[in-house]
């Protein structure tokens, strides 16, 4: 009977995932910091163009090497049809998901420009702050304030979400890092890749650690990180996982409330495709 059960809850959610008018849009926006437009993709529920309801807004950064695709049908991540799955079975509350781009513009899209952070002559975190989440907000029927807003990433984008939210928690009421890259201390970068544009960007990660910032933020600060939900996500055989350690470590020496799952699997595809559906579902939760 069990068996039946389930099997009939699993052909529900297929039949309204089917029926799903959700969309999945490539655009461009304007940026006057970076002085040039930036991709993003952003991805609207089943209901958005006949209803006038607002709806929370997950940030999902991808990768290095990615862009904003990589989290769609284009890139590895299938976000659509993960999203129609668990809002259909009642996992997840209908929510806008954006994706911007942070690629560089050397070999692979890596290099010059590639990240989430302020380096000379590209200010890609002012424009994020300034620039991208204001046009969200006014362009898109957004909940645009701080319980409307939450942010997640991948790897080079697990580190940007989480830094993200240390240094504007105002803006965040979750932050889900998966295989997040939160350490300068880590040190098998230089295996990743040869090109030296892309090491020296991959370095750069050190003036942004999480677990510096920990080990140097005030007493407001902390006050001010407890008002986020924290969650991190990292494969037992992910060379990434004693940055995790070492982020989650600090977190509990700081008392700040974190969650941590150690899950089986690498630094890959398959991994972050089982995060996503734990994403969806932690950055709102239902009522």
Request: charged content about 25%.
């Amino acid at each position: 009977m069990k068996k039946i059960v389930v099997f009939a809850l699993s052909l529900f959610a297929v039949t309204m995932t089917a029926g799903a008018q959700s969309r999945l849009e490539h655009l461009t926006v304007k940026s006057t910091i970076l002085g040039k437009e930036k991709a993003y993709s952003i991805y609207l529920p089943d209901g958005y163009d006949t209803s006038t309801e607002r709806y929370p807004v997950l940030y999902l950064l991808h990768g290095a090497w990615g862009n904003h695709k990589s989290w769609n049908r284009d890139g590895g991540g299938e976000q659509p049809r993960i999203t129609d799955e668990q809002i259909a079975k009642g996992e997840a509350v209908k929510m806008i998901v954006v994706m911007p781009d942070a690629t560089g513009i050397g070999a692979r899209r890596g290099g010059k420009n590639m990240g989430y952070f302020n380096v000379k002559d590209w200010a890609y975190e002012d424009f994020f702050f300034q620039e991208f989440i204001p046009y969200i907000d006014q362009t898109y029927r957004t909940i645009a304030a701080k319980e409307g807003r939450a942010i997640a990433g991948l790897s080079m984008g697990g580190g940007g979400s989480v830094v993200y939210a240390q240094r504007h928690p105002e803006m965040f009421n979750a932050c889900y890092s998966t295989s997040g890259l939160l350490d300068h201390r880590y040190r098998a970068v230089s295996k990743v890749s040869t090109n030296p544009d892309e090491i020296e960007w991959l370095w750069s990660v050190a003036q942004t650690s999480p677990v510096e910032f920990l080990r140097h933020a005030t007493p407001e600060q902390l006050e001010q990180l407890r008002t986020v939900r924290w969650m991190l996500d990292c494969g037992d055989d992910d060379s990434l996982i004693q940055t995790n350690l070492d982020f989650f470590t600090e977190m509990k020496r700081e008392n700040v409330a974190v969650e941590f799952r150690i899950r089986d699997g690498v630094h890959d595809w398959k991994f972050w495709r089982e995060a996503l559906p734990l994403i969806l579902n932690f950055s709102f939760k239902k009522e």
